[in-house]
């Protein structure tokens, strides 16, 4: 049988990107379609890759970014930006303001794993 993903929301994350309970679900779904594509990264975690997923939502485009554990194949969420917004208009290495970001965001998703302040949804 196989395992379901599961998804991780830091406290710190979420309350960056303010992200409300139905901003969650459309993660949770597009997570779970597996529509990503892996982008570079720096600063990463051994056995990880950044995906940035595309989404349409009734408020606009969005794309998120996860980080995924590449042997459990579960998702760390990092950001969901709008596509006018600077981080959001070029989720790429090459953007300075997204790499300051992934770094900064990294960082608080260390600790609140480290201090257990998170929450886990199945993604399925």
Do not use: C
Not at 75 to 85: I, T
């Amino acid at each position: 049988m196989a395992r379901s993903m599961k998804v991780v929301f830091s406290h710190a994350l979420t309350k960056k990107e303010s992200l409300s309970s139905v901003e969650k679900g459309w993660l949770l779904k597009a997570f779970a379609k597996g529509i990503y594509q892996f982008i570079k990264g720096d600063f990463l975690p051994a056995n990880s890759k950044l995906a940035k997923l595309y989404m349409t939502t009734t408020v606009g485009a969005r794309r998120a970014v996860f980080l995924i554990d590449m042997e459990s194949k579960d998702g760390f969420f990092l950001m969901l930006r709008s596509k006018k917004d600077p981080v959001g208009a070029n989720i790429t290495m090459k953007n300075q303001k997204f790499k300051e970001t992934l770094k900064k965001y990294l960082l608080l998703l260390k600790e609140d794993l480290k201090n257990k302040k998170f929450e886990i949804f199945k993604a399925d």
